[in-house]
């Protein structure tokens, strides 16, 4: 007869560490990084189309010391700042009037479909003749970047409230101020976050486009001017860190609301019935 142990008094499986979830997150990236310098040191590719690693560091220790990459990266900030502000706030309140109202939805839901159809950098053109080529052509081409993830994030978390809350608010005769505060807010806050983190990606992207276009200033008029001077290692330099820059913006409101959430939870207010 056969007495089967119980892993408890077995012996110990052998286990592959795990790491934590920011250890994972940088495998793939230093693996890259690996594979670039191992490139770049048997010249697969000319110096001259694939720069090391180090003379990308280099030149954005140079740009930084002479200040210019200071200059750009805060000129792109301020520019993806405002426009972004303008655009989540038009779509934010676009967003609560169509989802409150069935009337003005049937108004504007055609025109705002039509109208977010055409991407961001196909108005440039059409504004470059209105506006010209300054900071209005930017900040409007921004704006509508974010508008369009907020109004469509903020519409559908309001028509996703459960007919059962309405109910309630309906039987204790909510006044429509207290609607939109007690129910209609809470209740749109995740998709609301989510129209502003997908609002903020595609503001930065239309950021860098619009900058690649008509600029004098930013990372993506740094990325136009080291092709016109056939310095790849500021082209690299610049892709990275407009990645990098990018990756900490959504960073930044992910952990924003990771935080909106506990306190929602520890209040009682998440999934409740006001």
Known sequence: MRIALSPA?????WRIPRLSWHGTGLLVPLGLLVIWQVASARTWLPPQILPSPLEVWQSGVDLWRSGDLELHVLTSLQRVLVGFTIGAAIGLSLGLAMGLSRRVEAYLR???IAISQVPALGW??????IVGIGEPLKIIVIAKAACVPMVL???????????AYLEVAQALRFTRWQLLRRLVLPATIPPVFTGVRYGLTHAWMALVAVELLASSEGLGFLLVWGRQMFWFDTVVMAMVL??????????VLTRL?????????ADGTAGAVP
Not at 9 to 13: I, M, R
Not at 243 to 248: I, K, Q, R
């Open 153 to 163: 994030n903020t519409h559908a978390g309001i028509r996703n409230i459960p007919p």
């Open 9 to 13: 008094f077995g012996p110990a499986p």
């Open 242 to 251: 407009i990645g990098l820059v990018g990756f900490l913006l959504d960073l």
């Open 257 to 265: 609301e990771r935080r909106l959430q506990r306190w929602r939870i």
């Open 110 to 112: 055609p025109l705002f």
């Open 124 to 129: 440039i053109p059409f504004l470059m003749l």
